[in-house]
Every structure is written in C-alpha cells, then in structure tokens.
C-alpha cells in the first residue's frame, strides 16, 4: 500500500514536529510520503518544515505566494501526490495520528473514503453546538449515514482524491461529493483532543456558507447534465404567480375598484413574469460555471517546492 499524506498548514508551527513524528511512527510498514502545504503562513511554519525535511526524507513541502485557503492547498497535495491511498488532516495536532491505522484498516474492508467522526469533541460550546447542528441537518437532507460530514481527518482511494471539485470552501463537502459520485463511504470514532497551540480558524460565517455549498452540491448531483429542468421549473413557478397577478390587477380593474392596488398587482405580475424568465436563463450560471471549467493548474498558487522522488 502507497500511502501519500496531504496536510494543509496555516501558522501551525508548534504542532508541526509532533506531528510529522507521529504520523512517521504510525504509517511503519507502508511505503508514504508526507506533503505539507503552507497556505501562506506568517508564524515561520516554512522553516519548521524545512527542518522537517532535513529530519526526514518522507516529508515534502509546497510554500504558497500567499494564503489562498485549504481547498487550494488540498488541491495542490493532490497534484503532487502518488500512490493508491490518501490521507488528508489538520496540522493543529486535534486529530491524533495514532488513528491512521484504523482509518486504513476500514478502508481495506472495501470502502472508497474512510472519515474520521470526532464523537467526543474538545472544542468550545459555540463551536461543537452549531457543528452538531449542521451536520445533522446536512446529514438528513442528503440521506448520508455520517455524523461528521465536514471532518477534516480523511483516508480515500487516490481515484477519489484526483476527482474531487476543490474550489471556494468546498473541502468542507468532500464526503458528500464522494457520496453523489457513487463512492463507498463511511466513517470511525477517532480520538479528538483539546487544541493547545495557535488559534482556531472557525467563525460563525463557516455555517452560512456551508448551507451554500451544501445547495452546490446537491443542484450539482442533480441538475448538472440538465440545468434548465431546475432553473426551468423554478422559473415557471414565478412567472405563474407573476401571471395569477396579473390576472388579478385585470379583474379588479374591470370591477372598478382599488385602482392604485390594482396598478400595484399589474406590476408586481410583471416584475414576476420578467424575473421567471431571468432565472430560468441565468440563476447559478456563474456557479455552474465554475464547476464546467478545467481545472487550474496548482503551480499559479505555488511559490517553491521541495519533492522527493514519487514512490
């Protein structure tokens, strides 16, 4: 088994020997090379790194110009990554590397993507609630037999790896992309610990924009060979409503009555009719486009990179 391990870093330079120490110590037996991706720390991440290459001839390392955000630093793992298997996770030391052999172990039973479910969580309140929350209701509008869908501590076969969409903030939805492509996926509990160094990246806004994504991905499943039946069908529901509008004004105009509540229906159903036809044309082309067009190549983010030999 080839393992490559993708770690994205952002200003996690305490945890980083640690880290690379336990992964080296729980992936004896494999042929695997450790790929960190500095998304463009500040904290002196890169030179910790650079260490760890001197330390180990496992470790590769990719320097971004700037901080471009964890899709993109996963997305350039993944270019450089080789092997059968990939496994992904955070660099803050939360998720501990003495579960990658369980994680592995899961796999084999013929999964495509192993997730890591933090069922004891050591997080804040605010932060371990409102994930809870998302999760379910993702979970449930999806069908998806997971807890933990947006868990960044992963294991999946490389061919899921290479034909995952990673743009915007859609790391976060990789499962369920696993799941809409047909692929086998589960998940473990796996231990999760307090964090002890640096700052979390969470914010409140996470969860506006994951209900954004989540929309992405089932409209993408569902309506990406045939976009028009759904922007069609919603746009048919408002120029409907904008036609019963119209109606309506005409009727109570004929009856002689409210003329100003009349003109106001006339042109509430026309404003309605003239929107129906614009979101059947348009709606999420931008989006939609987004995910049609080729993939960037990963060196426009990179600044410098220090590779071994694919294994």
Sequence with gaps: MK???????YNECETLDALAEGIIEHLQGHEFRIIF???GSTDGSFDVLSRLRERFDCV???RFRRNFGKPFALAAGFSRAHGDIALIMDADLQDDPKEIPALLAKLEEGFDMVCGWKKQRHD????????????FAIAKAFGANLHDINTGFKVMRMEVARRLPLYGEMHR???????QMGYRVTEIPVEHHPRRHGRSKFGFKRFYRGAIDAFTVWFLSHFRERPA?????????IRIAGAGLALASIILALCGGWPLLALALWLTGILFLIGGGLFWGLGLLAEWRLYQRPAPDPA???AEERLGAPH
């Design 124 to 135: 804040p309140w605010h932060k371990v609630i409102p994930s809870r929350i998302f999760n």
């Design 229 to 237: 039946h759904f922007f069609g069908g919603v746009g048919a529901l």
């Design 60 to 62: 590769d390392i990719i």
């Design 3 to 9: 393992i490559s391990v993708v770690i994205p870093v």
């Design 300 to 302: 426009i983010w990179i």
């Design 173 to 179: 939805m990789i499962a369920l992309f696993a799941l």
């Design 37 to 39: 991706v500095d998304d």
